[in-house]
C-alpha cells in the first residue's frame, strides 16, 4: 500500500512539475516576432528600406535593423500603445505595400508627394529633407546642377531624385540603381559623372564611406519632407501623429535626433 501511495505522490508531482514548464515556455513566446511596443498593444507591421544609413539599415553584428527611423517608429510605437514587426526590403517595395495594405506603416525616408498622396496617406513631416549633388572629389567641372548637360548622373529608381532629373535635366544621363551604394561606388570607378540623392545620406557616404574620393557641390534642391506613409484609410495616422507631436514636445525626438545628426532640431529638452 506505501508503495503504491508513493508511486501516486510521484505522478502527481511529475505533472504538477511539466504544467509549471510549460506555463513558463508560453510566457516567454508572447512578443516573439515583435520589436517594440506597449506589452498587449496590438502589433503592426513596418515596412522599411533594407539600406538607407542613416535613416534605416542592418547591424550585422546584432541582425537588428537600426537607424533614425526605427528609433523613432520604436518611440512613437511605445508612445501610441502598439508593437511594431519590422520588414526590411528595397524602396519601391514599401511604396507598393502601402498602396496594396500589405503592411500596415512605412517608413523609409519617403518624401511627401502630390503623387504618392493620390494612393498612399502620409503622417505629419517628421525631418526636412532636400536634394544635392556628389562628384568625385577632384572634379572641377560640375560645380552645380546648371552643369549636368551631356553627363552620366547617377541615382536610385523610384525616388524623387530620379524624378526631378528626368523632370528638369534632359539632357543628363540618367542612370539608376536599385541600390544608393552601387551609385556613389561607380562615382567613385569613374563610371559616372555625378550623383544626385537625399541631403542626409549624401552627406553621410561623404563623409563617413567615400574615402575623401567624393565632395558635395551646388545647393540643396528641391527642399523636401519625409512622412509615415499607411494605406489609404488608415486609423493609424492620427494616434501616430499625437505620438510624434508627444515626441516632439517632451523632447525624445529631439534626443532620437541628436544621436544621429549631432543636433537637436526644436531645441527642446528631454522631459526624463
Not at 496594396?100 to 498612399?120: P, Q, W
Not at 495616422?237 to 515626441?247: G, K, P, R, Y
Request: some cysteine.
Amino acid at each position: 500500500m506505501k508503495k503504491f501511495y508513493f508511486m501516486v505522490a510521484s505522478i502527481l508531482l511529475i505533472l504538477v512539475l511539466a504544467a509549471c514548464g510549460s506555463s513558463e515556455e508560453n510566457s516567454g513566446s508572447g512578443d516573439e516576432g515583435s520589436d517594440s511596443g506597449s506589452d498587449g498593444g496590438e502589433t503592426y507591421t513596418v515596412a522599411t528600406d533594407n539600406n538607407f544609413v542613416p535613416f534605416e539599415f542592418l547591424n550585422e553584428d546584432t541582425g537588428k535593423m537600426e537607424g533614425f527611423d526605427m528609433d523613432l517608429i520604436r518611440a512613437i510605437a511605445d508612445e501610441a500603445g502598439f508593437q511594431v514587426d519590422i520588414e526590411s526590403m528595397k524602396f519601391d517595395g514599401v511604396v507598393t505595400g502601402m498602396q496594396s495594405s500589405r503592411y500596415d506603416i512605412g517608413i523609409a525616408g519617403m518624401t511627401i508627394t502630390e503623387e504618392r498622396e493620390k494612393t498612399i496617406d502620409f503622417s505629419d513631416p517628421y525631418y526636412d529633407a532636400g536634394l544635392i549633388l556628389a562628384v568625385q572629389a577632384d572634379n572641377e567641372e560640375i560645380k552645380s546642377e546648371a552643369d549636368l548637360a551631356g553627363k552620366k548622373v547617377a541615382t536610385r529608381s523610384g525616388t524623387t531624385s530620379e524624378t526631378y532629373l528626368k523632370d528638369n535635366h534632359p539632357d543628363a544621363e540618367v542612370v539608376t540603381f536599385p541600390g544608393i551604394v552601387e551609385a556613389y561606388m561607380d562615382l567613385q570607378a569613374g563610371r559616372v559623372d555625378a550623383v544626385m540623392y537625399d541631403v542626409p545620406n549624401v552627406k553621410y557616404y561623404v563623409n563617413n564611406d567615400a574615402k575623401g574620393e567624393l565632395k558635395t557641390v551646388g545647393d540643396v534642391l528641391q527642399g523636401e519632407q519625409y512622412g509615415i506613409a499607411f494605406p489609404k484609410g488608415s486609423e493609424l495616422v492620427d494616434d501616430v501623429n499625437e505620438a510624434l507631436q508627444t515626441l516632439i514636445d517632451n523632447g525624445k525626438y529631439d534626443d532620437i535626433y541628436e544621436e544621429w545628426f549631432g543636433e537637436r532640431k526644436y531645441g527642446t529638452e528631454s522631459s526624463e
